[in-house]
T-cell receptor, first 114, second 117 residues
Framework: DQQVKQNSPSLSVQEGRISILNCDYTNSMFDYFLWYKKYPAEGPTFLISISSIKDKNEDGRFTVFLNKSAKHLSLHIVPSQPGDSAVYFCAASGAGTNAGKSTFGDGTTLTVKP | GAVVSQHPSRVICKSGTSVKIECRSLDFQATTMFWYRQFPKQSLMLMATSNEGSKATYEQGVEKDKFLINHASLTLSTLTVTSAHPEDSSFYIC?????????????FGNGTRLTVT
C-alpha cells in the first residue's frame, strides 16, 4: 500500500508558465510534508515544506498548498524556469507514525521548455 | 547549510565481494542517519535508520546481514553491502537531519551508484 502517491510521472511546461505538481497521501497520521528536487546522479535537495497546521507556505517562486480534508498537496512553481527541470519528490512524515522517517512518492519529472 | 558527503559516488564490483559506502555529516552532528535505495524510475525506499552508538533499525524486507550499517561516530555512518549480487545494483543514498525530530527536512548525500557484475 503506497501511502504517498504522485500520479503524474511527468509534466512538461513552457518557460514562464506555472508548473503544478500534485501529491496525494493516505495516512492521516502524516502531519509534515515536504518537496524535494532531484537532478540525475545526485541526492535530493530540500525545496519547501508545510506542516498540517497550515494550508499554504510560500518561498519565492515556490508555493506548497495543503488540503487536509482531501489528503492532497500541490507544489506551484511560478514562473517556471528551464533550471527547474528535475524530478520532484513529495514526502510525508509524522510524529505519531514511523517517527522521524519520511515516506516518499514516486516522483514527477518536470521539464521546462525554453 | 547542512552538508552530507557520500563516498564513493560510483563503484563497480564483482559478484560475491563486499562494498562499503560512507556517509558523513560535514558541518553538523547527526545522531541518526537514514539509508535509502532508489531503483530506476522509482521512489526512494528507506532501507534502515542508522543510530549512533547503537544498532541500526531495518525496514521490513531488508536483510540486515546483507546490508551492514555502522554508525560509529556522530558524523559518520557506513553501509556495507556484503556478498554483493547483480540484483544489489542500485543507487544508494544516505541522509540526515540538521536538527533532531520529525519536523525538519532531510539533507541528502549525492548517492552511490553501485554496479555488481
Amino acid at each position: 500500500d503506497q501511502q504517498v502517491k504522485q500520479n503524474s510521472p511527468s509534466l512538461s511546461v513552457q518557460e514562464g508558465r506555472i508548473s503544478i505538481l500534485n501529491c496525494d497521501y493516505t495516512n492521516s497520521m502524516f502531519d509534515y510534508f515536504l518537496w524535494y528536487k532531484k537532478y540525475p546522479a545526485e541526492g535530493p535537495t530540500f525545496l519547501i515544506s508545510i506542516s498540517s497546521i497550515k494550508d499554504k507556505n510560500e518561498d519565492g517562486r515556490f508555493t506548497v498548498f495543503l488540503n487536509k480534508s482531501a489528503k492532497h498537496l500541490s507544489l506551484h512553481i511560478v514562473p517556471s524556469q528551464p533550471g527547474d527541470s528535475a524530478v520532484y519528490f513529495c514526502a510525508a512524515s509524522g510524529a505519531g507514525t514511523n517517527a522521524g522517517k519520511s515516506t516518499f512518492g514516486d516522483g514527477t519529472t518536470l521539464t521546462v521548455k525554453p | 547549510g547542512a552538508v552530507v558527503s557520500q563516498h564513493p559516488s560510483r563503484v563497480i564490483c564483482k559478484s560475491g565481494t563486499s562494498v562499503k559506502i560512507e556517509c558523513r555529516s560535514l558541518d553538523f552532528q547527526a545522531t541518526t542517519m537514514f539509508w535509502y535505495r532508489q531503483f530506476p524510475k522509482q521512489s526512494l525506499m528507506l532501507m534502515a535508520t542508522s543510530n549512533e552508538g547503537s544498532k541500526a533499525t531495518y525496514e521490513q524486507g531488508v536483510e540486515k546481514d546483507k546490508f551492514l550499517i555502522n554508525h560509529a561516530s556522530l558524523t559518520l555512518s557506513t553501509l556495507t553491502v556484503t556478498s554483493a549480487h547483480p540484483e544489489d545494483s542500485s543507487f544508494y543514498i544516505c541522509s540526515a537531519r540538521l536538527t533532531q525530530g520529525t519536523y525538519s527536512p532531510l539533507h541528502f548525500g549525492n548517492g552511490t551508484r553501485l554496479t555488481v557484475t
